[in-house]
């Protein structure tokens, strides 16, 4: 009989209001950026997975769009997928900020998980930004939420506090296979990342209500071994939202698509050249076949 560790692995859900950085604790954690990240509320849309493999384990993390109230369609499937997960996966890692004190979007989703058969574990982010004096009252306000939840404090920024995170949620996961190879870091196709990546840049560069009105499709990868060449279309739902991605004399879009190109270079080897196009279509949030058609779809 062998003396080695048993081997754990399974799916943990990070969950949590917008903003609390679960896509920043995502690629801190398996070392690399495979998820977008922006101070705009609900940048995360679709469920990726970050995959982090330990010697004793591995650890499978979904990604989750920010639960809030929706204002449209696309807002109900975000967060009705992201409840569907909760019920799929062994552990929930229930995150919030934890530089200010619990908030009543954090109570509605306590209130919520402590309904589910899933086990939570409570995770305090940004204890990077937390002062001294405040650190007591804001742990006490976040335990009284889920008392019988294990509570963490780290960072997703520095890193404070991760590897006892790690340690956390691989010993509540239940025996198992490695799913996927050690190497791996996501089970997204490049193209996935590639449109993530220029979304992310409309997040940072626009203003107003461009960013939460832009979806992005990658059209076309051509790849030789001079150069990628990629093309993509950049949809939204207004005229004005159309100008104001292209700017002055197209220098909007010229920006987006350069710092999008040095992101990409991180992905692929070689130069590489990306084409963007704006195209308008009119409500596509509240358009069932456009919403499909762009990749929202409610989970089953």
């Not at 469920?47 to 109900?76: A, F, N, S, W, Y």
């Not at 025996?175 to 870091?185: A, D, L, R, S, T």
């Not at 076949?289 to 089953?300: A, I, K, V, W």
């Amino acid at each position: 009989m062998s003396g080695e560790p048993e081997f754990h692995s399974g799916f943990v859900a990070l969950l949590g209001r917008p903003n609390v950085g679960k896509s920043t604790l995502l690629n801190a954690l398996v070392g690399q950026k495979i998820a977008i990240t922006s101070p705009v509320a609900q940048t995360t849309r679709n469920r990726l997975r970050g995959i982090l493999t330990l010697p004793q384990g591995q650890i499978i993390l979904v990604d989750t769009p920010g639960i809030h109230k929706p204002h449209h369609r696309l807002g109900e499937i975000l967060v009705k997928n992201a409840q569907t997960l909760v019920r799929a996966v062994d552990v929930v890692l229930f995150l919030v900020d934890g530089s200010q004190p619990a908030g009543t979007g954090d109570q509605f989703i306590a209130e919520w998980l402590a309904r589910q058969q899933t086990p939570v574990v409570l995770g305090l982010n940004k204890q990077d930004l937390v002062p001294a004096a405040q650190l007591d009252q804001i742990t006490a306000s976040y335990q009284t939420l889920l008392p019988s939840a294990p509570l963490l404090r780290f960072s997703a920024v520095t890193g404070q506090g991760l590897p006892e995170l790690q340690t956390q949620l691989l010993q509540r996961l239940p025996p198992g296979p490695c799913y996927y190879p050690p190497e791996m870091v996501t089970d997204q196709p490049e193209r996935f990342i590639m449109a993530e990546l220029i979304r992310e840049q409309i997040l940072h560069l626009t203003r107003e209500e461009v960013p939460h009105a832009v979806a992005v499709v990658v059209d076309r990868v051509e790849e030789t071994p001079q150069i990628t060449r990629i093309f993509a279309t950049i949809v939204v739902e207004r005229p004005s939202q159309k100008a104001i991605i292209i700017g002055h004399q197209g220098q909007m879009l010229k920006t987006i698509g350069s710092h999008a190109r040095q992101e990409m270079q991180k992905l692929v080897s070689g130069p590489v050249y990306l084409e963007l196009f704006v195209k308008v279509e009119p409500k596509w949030r509240q358009t069932p076949y456009l919403l499909r058609d762009l990749g929202y779809r409610l989970e089953s």
